[in-house]
């Protein structure tokens, strides 16, 4: 499993499935945003979410790093209000051409999850571009 015992990527995976479910999307956004087949079900979803750890390839990793660096710079930069996660990436936005972060994320995905994640953390935007 390269970089993770078992263990390690199964407590990743529940962190990630707590993140997009307190992003409030369907079942359709969360596949997409995870790059998972799109016969992916909802009862498969939910096995993430207790039982079992997500299938191991680097696409996935990246998109994992990317979609929590994404949720720690929203905590940082709403840091007393968790709901403002939601609304936030739910919001059209001028420089994302008036499209919502989340449909940046779904339609462009990896380069997507990186657009809006260089748009909350300067840090990630800054190493990126050196």
Known sequence: MNDYTEEEFMYITK?????LDSWNLTTEQTVQILGLSKQTRKRELDKYRTLKAFPYNSSLTLR?????GISDAL???FPRNINMAEKW???KHRRF????PL?????EGVNGLSKVRS????TFAWNASV
């Open 119 to 122: 748009e909350l953390d300067c």
């Open 103 to 107: 449909e940046v994320i779904i339609n």
């Open 75 to 77: 905590r940082t930069t």
């Open 97 to 100: 051409e008036n499209l919502t």
């Open 64 to 68: 994992l790093s990317h979609i929590m």
């Open 15 to 19: 962190t990630v499935m707590k993140v």
């Open 89 to 91: 990436l739910k919001t």
